[in-house]
């Protein structure tokens, strides 16, 4: 039997399409997953430290004066020092791989403000982009720890430890 009025008749034009679960990315987990954090944080690391390194150079050779070569790694670690107590317990609160992920970046925008500067940089420069990024690698170490010890199973803790990048295996023998 039809309906009596046309407005009692299901709307089908307004159905909503079916819907697919949403499917999970596989992510990498155990050594193969620790070993591809550990290559990146290695590249990252060992490209800050680089960079650091030739632009303290850079200061002392255009001044010719120690103090400037002191002052740029001064710049450098003391907001290191003063971020570092905080750092554990804020990486503890929030995502780890997010953190790790902005203390890079925070690494390269310092290195290419610098560049951006090359043709006028100046030592004061120097100062502020080495203080920016020492105060986002204090975070650094404490993600890639946290990140790392929740990555692989008990068992391989000591090996782990034996594979950081920052902490040569020597000093844990």
């Known amino acids: 039997m039809p309906p009596e009025n046309p407005d009692d008749t299901p709307d089908t034009s307004e159905a ?4 697919k679960p949403k499917q999970q990315t596989r992510r990498p987990t155990g050594m193969k997953g620790f070993t591809i954090i550990w290559i990146g944080q290695l590249v990252s690391l060992l490209g800050t430290g680089m960079t650091q390194f030739a632009l303290t150079i850079w200061a002392w050779e255009k001044t010719g ?17 003063l971020a570092s107590p905080f750092a554990g317990a804020l990486v503890d609160r929030w ?8 203390s890079d970046i925070a690494s390269g925008i310092s290195t290419l403000a610098v560049l951006l500067l090359s043709g006028r940089l ?3 420069h120097l100062y502020i982009t080495s ?14 720890s946290a990140a790392v010890t929740l990555m692989l ?3 391989l803790t ?5 594979w950081s990048p920052r902490r040569p295996g020597r000093s844990l023998i």
């Open 65 to 81: 004066v120690a103090t400037t070569l002191a002052l740029v790694g001064f710049s450098f670690v003391l907001p290191y020092i």
């Open 131 to 144: 203080a920016f990024s020492g105060a986002f690698q204090a975070f650094q170490f404490p993600a890639f």
């Open 16 to 19: 909503k399409p079916i819907q």
């Open 153 to 155: 199973a008990t068992k």
């Open 158 to 162: 000591t090996k782990k430890m034996l």
């Open 122 to 124: 100046e030592v004061w």
């Open 95 to 102: 995502d780890r791989k997010l953190v790790m992920m902005l």
